[in-house]
């Protein structure tokens, strides 16, 4: 019987309480198990963890405050690692831009990607629009917008 299986979410307790995926399971002659896991961080785990270090994490919680749209960057790079450093509308469009995609939802992904990227442009031109100076509750008022 497995405790893990391919895939699963886990929290390894090596002193870091670091978050990770099963990536091989590997089953001992005596009949125990160890684990190979992938740090959220993009690093493999070299060490084989036995199910005494580790902890399934509920995809859902994690999936909250990580979610894997966010994190999919192949470079292993967090969107809000950059748009931590930009103001609000700067931040929105990049975030945006970055999820384009990759949000999973009750619309076929092309369509989604295009609401995303939709996002993207309202944030950037509100951006302008306040660059402009012209507050954007009158946008479209003054003859400009």
């Known amino acids: 019987m497995s405790y893990f299986k391919l895939g699963d979410r886990v929290a390894v307790l090596d002193g870091h309480n670091t978050f990770a995926t099963i990536i091989q399971v590997v089953f001992e002659p005596d009949g125990s198990e160890r684990y190979a896991v992938q740090y959220d961080d993009g690093q493999t785990g070299t060490p084989v963890w ?14 909250i405050n990580q979610p894997s749209y966010y994190t999919a ?62 507050p954007s509750y009158l946008k479209g008022l003054s003859g400009n917008g």
């Open 73 to 134: 960057h192949p470079g292993g790079i967090e969107y809000i690692e950059i748009t931590r450093h930009m103001n609000f509308n700067l931040g929105n469009a990049v975030k945006y831009i970055w999820r384009a995609g990759l949000k999973a939802g009750s619309l076929d992904g092309q369509s989604m990607a295009c609401d995303d990227l939709r996002k993207a442009i309202n944030y950037i031109e509100e951006e302008i629009t306040v660059r402009k100076g012209e």
């Open 50 to 63: 036995s199910a005494f270090d580790l902890l399934p994490v509920k995809t859902e919680l994690h999936d």
